[in-house]
């Protein structure tokens, strides 16, 4: 039996990749900052840690506990965009230390600790599989509107730790494959206050997203390490 290790289990998307891998027959391990939801619970299939990702020394044993089950896809759906007053930027006279904080806090810093971490299991894991979940809107390149300061810069910084890492795993690891994945707008919190201006057709459902990501998870193959790639697994500029 196949065993995935989901970090970040309480987000929408985190938890319908936990369900969608349980459904497949993996043995599942979601990592939380939060307690096991009703539903997480009494599932044979499944193994929910609260970790505080601060504590290295915990993180690291933690980890150490459940590498041993030896994941072979990883998914890291750490993310933050609004919360309260604090809503994305229009302009720059709005960007705040708080907000710039948070969105680094979230989306650059809890993915850098775990990757961290994962990295000695990594470096030995054959055909192993890391998935981190940005955004498109991390994208230089494509960047044509403008706004959303701190979410943009995080995520762009995000896609860089991932590009780099990729680097270093490559030189240890031929077989392994570590990528930033754009998971789609998806029905959740982090989009309920944009989903009025996203086409119908374009809103996915966390269920709908998951099984997309655990098809890209699946086609993917050493030589795409390091590459930004959208829902349906085709390469986004960086």
Same mark, same amino acid.
């Given at each position: 039996?196949?065993?995935?290790?989901?970090?970040?289990?309480?987000?929408?998307? /985190?938890? %319908?990749?936990?369900?969608?891998? /349980?459904?497949?027959?993996? /043995?599942?391990?979601?990592?939380?900052?939060?307690? %096991?939801?009703?539903?997480?619970?009494?599932?044979?299939?499944?193994?929910?840690?609260? !970790?505080?990702?601060?504590?290295?020394?915990?993180? +690291?044993?933690?980890?150490?506990?459940?590498?041993?089950?030896?994941?072979? !896809?990883?998914? &890291?759906?750490?993310?933050?965009?609004?919360? *309260?007053?604090?809503?994305?930027?229009?302009?720059?006279?709005?960007?705040? *230390?708080?907000?710039?904080?948070?969105?680094?806090? !979230? +989306?650059?810093?809890?993915?850098?600790?775990?990757?961290?971490?994962?990295?000695?299991?990594?470096?030995?894991?054959?055909?192993?599989?890391?998935? !981190?979940?940005?955004?498109?809107?991390?994208?230089? $390149?494509?960047?044509? &509107? /403008?706004?959303?300061?701190?979410?943009?810069?995080?995520?762009?910084? &995000?896609?860089? =730790?991932?590009?780099?890492?990729?680097?270093? &795993?490559?030189?240890? +690891?031929? $077989?392994? $494959?570590?990528? $930033?994945?754009?998971?789609?707008?998806?029905?959740?919190?982090?989009?309920?206050?944009?989903?009025?201006?996203?086409?119908?057709?374009?809103?996915?459902?966390?269920?709908?997203?998951?099984?997309?990501?655990?098809?890209?998870?699946?086609?993917?193959?050493?030589?795409?390490?390091?590459?930004?790639?959208?829902?349906?697994?085709?390469? =986004?500029?960086?």
């Amino acid at each position: 039996m196949s065993d995935a290790l989901i970090v970040g289990g309480s987000g929408a998307i /985190g938890s %319908a990749l936990i369900q969608h891998y /349980g459904a497949l027959g993996y /043995g599942v391990t979601a990592l939380s900052r939060k307690a %096991a939801p009703p539903w997480a619970q009494g599932q044979g299939w499944l193994h929910w840690q609260s !970790v505080d990702e601060q504590d290295s020394a915990s993180l +690291n044993a933690v980890l150490a506990q459940i590498l041993a089950k030896t994941p072979d !896809v990883v998914f &890291l759906c750490q993310g933050w965009l609004h919360q *309260d007053a604090m809503v994305p930027e229009k302009a720059i006279s709005q960007l705040s *230390d708080e907000h710039f904080q948070q969105s680094l806090a !979230v +989306n650059l810093l809890s993915p850098a600790r775990y990757l961290q971490a994962l990295m000695p299991y990594l470096f030995r894991q054959p055909e192993v599989k890391v998935l !981190v979940l940005s955004a498109k809107v991390g994208s230089i $390149t494509d960047n044509q &509107l /403008g706004g959303w300061y701190s979410y943009r810069a995080s995520k762009a910084a &995000l896609n860089m =730790l991932v590009k780099t890492a990729s680097i270093e &795993l490559k030189r240890r +690891n031929k $077989t392994a $494959t570590i990528v $930033t994945v754009h998971p789609g707008t998806t029905a959740s919190e982090l989009s309920a206050p944009f989903q009025a201006r996203v086409p119908a057709a374009q809103l996915q459902s966390p269920d709908s997203t998951a099984k997309r990501l655990a098809q890209v998870a699946a086609r993917l193959q050493p030589e795409q390490t390091g590459l930004l790639l959208n829902w349906d697994g085709q390469p =986004l500029p960086f």
